[in-house]
């Protein structure tokens, strides 16, 4: 019996193939790409993790698929097309909103404590913080 079979006879909402409904088929490559650095980091379950860029929330619903309490946030000024999106009824969907916390933050102005974070994933999003903010927002995440 495969994972994803197990999850479904139990009602588990993450399964792969309720996942790849809510986030399509990109979700694969992005669950095999952060399992791979998670496995590098060797991260304890439960860590918490702060995901920057949330977008419709992939990035950070994989994370807490992991379990993993995960802190995700964007700029409240941002008004791209990724902003905003339904991140926490993707979470909800994939049974894990209970895991997800969501902040408004600047990359390159993080509102959190020295050391809050175990990691800090820029999964797909520093090429939307602004060329001179960059450093900063590296500068920060070694903070956070």
């Known amino acids: 019996m495969t994972k994803s079979n197990r999850h479904a006879q139990h009602g588990d909402p993450s399964t792969d193939e309720n ?3 809510i986030f399509g088929d ?15 980091l060797n991260l304890p379950a439960g860590s918490r993790v702060l995901d920057v ?7 950070a619903t994989f994370l ?29 969907r994939a049974g894990v ?13 993080m509102p959190f404590e020295d050391g809050a974070f175990a990691a ?4 797909g999003v520093l090429h939307h913080v602004d060329p001179p903010d960059r450093r900063a927002a590296l500068a920060e995440a070694l903070r956070v």
């Open 19 to 21: 996942l790849a409904q």
């Open 26 to 40: 990109f979700y694969a490559r992005i669950q095999s790409d952060g399992r791979r650095v998670l496995k590098d």
């Open 53 to 59: 860029g949330t977008g419709v929330g992939t990035f």
């Open 64 to 92: 807490a698929i992991e379990g993993h309490t995960v802190t995700t946030g964007e700029p409240s000024s941002d008004d791209t097309h990724y902003a905003g999106k339904a991140w926490a009824e993707n979470a909800e």
């Open 97 to 109: 909103r209970d895991r997800l916390e969501f902040v408004d933050f600047d990359a390159a102005r």
């Open 120 to 123: 800090v994933f820029f999964f």
